[in-house]
């Protein structure tokens, strides 16, 4: 009997040597997109653009060997997440994670989950990372666009079309694509700033807006109109004349901030989306 069970370890001991180390390998297939590393330059340009930081929570969809997951917390110290779909390869980044010193979960740890990044829930992140395709881009556009306005989105090599990035960045030939979620401004807005209770319209294309202010039987324009995901800032001249320069933040269907004049006068305004 001892001969038999010491064999059979044996053969328990020899199968598990003989399997393979899986090693990734560039271009190998995934579910919708081959697998190619990201450049280290371009990782820390991707997580700089963003601005990423200790009180960040990144998610990079799309995960790979999980470099940039790893980057984000033990570099910029973010709480990381990797999403990746093949469950070898998040084996394989989690391993990765470990061997620098930052598996786990929370600031400065990063984490690779097996898992569909179109039926992962990510509300909870601050910074996105991505390295996909086009149509991929797309199809994940409409999710982010509903995120918390605010939220940091990179790209790596591919655009979201007609949403124009905010900012694009070169290095050696590649590019990386940086965008804010803008909140949602548009439409009317019954605007109270000082005796003065005008009502003002936006029209809005992603973080580009415009719009006019009613005054009296006049429909004036709104000038410098900013939008940066909830800080907003827009200019008017009023029935008498007066420049008003206003700056604040949108909080869903209400925005409130301060303005100033140009005689020097300066308040508090507030807005509520009708």
Excluded at 92 to 113: D, L, S
Excluded at 178 to 206: C, H, R, Y
Excluded at 210 to 236: E, H, M, N, P, Q
């Amino acid at each position: 009997m001892r001969t038999l069970a010491f064999l059979a370890a044996l053969l328990l001991s020899f199968g598990a040597a003989a399997q393979p180390k899986y090693e990734p390998h560039v271009g190998q297939a995934g579910k919708d997109v081959i697998w190619v590393p990201t450049p280290d330059e371009v990782v820390d340009r991707m997580l700089t653009m963003a601005q990423t930081g200790p009180n960040d929570i990144h998610y990079d969809l799309g995960a790979g060997d999980g470099k940039i997951a790893i980057a984000a917390a033990k570099k910029f110290g973010a709480k990381a997440t990797g999403i990746e779909y093949n469950p070898d390869m998040a084996k394989h980044a989690n391993a990765n994670a470990q061997a620098a010193g930052v598996a786990g979960v929370g600031p400065g740890k990063a984490t690779i989950r097996q898992g569909d990044i179109f039926a992962t829930n990510f509300s909870d992140a601050t910074v996105i990372t991505l390295y996909l395709l086009p149509a991929l881009n797309m199809k994940l556009r409409p999710t982010i666009l509903q995120m918390k306005p605010g939220t940091r989105v990179v790209s790596h090599s591919f655009t979201m079309e007609d949403w124009e990035p905010d900012e694009v960045s070169s290095m050696d030939g590649r590019r990386a694509y940086f965008w804010m979620v803008p909140a949602n401004v548009m439409g009317a807005w019954q605007l109270e700033a000082g005796s003065q209770k005008p009502e003002i319209t936006i029209d809005q294309t992603f973080q580009k807006i415009s719009g006019s202010v009613k005054l009296g039987t006049t429909l004036g324009g709104l000038r410098d109109a900013r939008l940066r995901g909830s800080a907003i800032a827009f200019t008017y001249v009023d029935a008498g004349g007066l420049r008003r320069d206003f700056t604040g933040t949108v909080t869903g269907g209400r925005m409130e901030g301060s303005f100033r004049d140009d005689k020097g006068g300066e308040g508090r305004w507030s807005a509520t989306k009708k």
